[in-house]
C-alpha cells in the first residue's frame, strides 16, 4: 500500500506519517528530512542548502533522484507513506512511473486541510525548537506561498483518479490519526 500525505507546511504532514508508518509498517518517506540530512553531501549539500534556506523547492532532476535512491533501498516494508512528496506535476508523473515500474500504484492521497494562519501559527511555534532554518515568519510565508500557486493545484491530478481524501487538520493529532486510519481501513 502506498500513500500521499498532503497540505500545505505546518498542515501536521509529518506528525501523522509517522504514526501511519508505525500503525501500518510503511516506509516513512520525507522529502523535507532526507533534503535536510544531505546539507553535508560533498556534491550536492551546498545547493541543497540554499533552497531549503530561501524556502523555494529544490529543482525536480535533484529531489526526484533524491526521492528514487531512498525508495530503490528501502522496498522490504509493505510500501511508503509520501510526506512533502510530490510537490509539483512532474513529481508526481514520475512517482506514478516509478511505481508502474515496480508494479504497484498509489491507492491514496490524504490532504490535510488548514487555513494559512494556522498553519503560521503552528511553524512559529515549531521553530522555537525546531532548529529549522526555515522555520520563520518570512520563509514560512514564502512557503506557504509556493504551495499555494506550485503544489496545491496537483490536487486535481489525483481528484481526477479517484484518490483524493480530504481531512480537516485542525483537529487534535489524535482525531486526525483515527480519521486517516478509517480511511485506510476502508481502501484495504
Ligand atoms: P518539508 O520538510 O516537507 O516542509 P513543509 O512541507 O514546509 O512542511 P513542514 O515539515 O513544515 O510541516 P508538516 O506538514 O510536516 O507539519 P508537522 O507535522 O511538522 O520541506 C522543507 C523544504 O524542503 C521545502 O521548502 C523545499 O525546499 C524542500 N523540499 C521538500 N520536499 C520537496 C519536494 N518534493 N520538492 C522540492 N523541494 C522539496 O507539524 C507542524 C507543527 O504543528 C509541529 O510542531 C507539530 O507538533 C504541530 N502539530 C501537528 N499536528 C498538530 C495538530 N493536529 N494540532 C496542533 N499542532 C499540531
Ligand atoms: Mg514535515
Do not use: C, W
Amino acid at each position: 500500500m502506498n500513500i500521499i500525505i498532503f497540505g500545505p507546511p505546518g498542515a501536521g504532514k509529518g506528525t501523522q506519517a509517522e504514526i501511519i508508518a508505525k500503525n501500518k509498517k510503511l516506509n516513512h518517506l520525507s522529502s523535507g528530512e532526507l533534503s535536510r540530512q544531505m546539507i553535508n553531501d560533498k556534491v550536492l549539500g551546498e545547493k541543497i542548502k540554499k533552497y531549503l534556506d530561501s524556502g523555494n523547492l529544490i529543482p525536480n532532476p535533484i529531489i526526484i533522484n533524491i526521492v528514487e535512491k531512498y525508495i530503490q533501498e528501502n522496498k522490504q516494508k509493505n510500501g511508503f507513506i509520501f510526506d512533502g512528496y510530490p510537490r509539483n506535476i512532474g513529481q508526481a508523473h514520475a512517482l506514478d512511473k516509478l511505481a508502474k515500474e515496480h508494479n504497484t500504484t498509489i491507492d491514496l492521497v490524504i490532504n490535510l486541510q488548514l487555513s494559512e494562519s494556522e498553519a503560521l501559527k503552528r511553524i512559529m511555534l515549531r521553530g522555537q525548537s525546531s532548529g529549522r532554518s526555515d522555520d520563520n515568519l518570512e520563509i514560512t510565508k514564502k512557503r506557504l506561498k509556493i504551495y499555494r500557486e506550485r503544489t496545491k493545484p496537483i490536487l486535481d491530478y489525483y481528484q481526477q483518479q479517484k484518490k483524493l481524501k480530504t481531512i480537516n487538520g485542525k483537529k487534535t493529532i489524535t482525531e486526525i490519526s483515527q480519521d486517516i486510519k478509517n480511511l485506510i481501513d476502508k481502501i484495504k
